[in-house]
């Protein structure tokens, strides 16, 4: 991680900064449990917010209604049982800040476990998400839904 980079995001946008921060510090001191524990409030996160979403039976409604209320925030494309997310605020932010991309940062865990619980709010299953890669294209996520 270079320090010129994390000046550069520091002063152009300060959000993201403090984002890029407290990932890399919570792998740091926090380890593997910083994935666990994120991935499981993220989880929460998602079952939990007020959204005007409506109940969907199959993945695919799921994912439409997903992106008919978030938008812009939700740029998600299925295949299969993967879920495709080629573009990523976190993955580009990651790599202006000059972090590693060979492995998922906490904060991917968090947003793991928020697609999994707005999954599981929307289609009344148990859902999990498993990282398949992440890569500077794209991050695959297995959707793993328990009937």
Known sequence: MSEDNLTLIAKENPSEFVLLA?????????????????????????KSLKLNIEKCSSLEEALKEIERTLGNAWKGRLDGDKLIFEECVLRDLYRRGGAKLSEPLPTCYFHMGFCAGILERIMRKKVNMKVLSKGPLSCVEQIIIEE
């Open 22 to 46: 407290v990932s890399l510090s919570l792998k740091n001191t926090w380890g593997p449990a910083a994935n666990v524990t994120l991935y499981s409030s993220g989880k929460e996160l998602g």
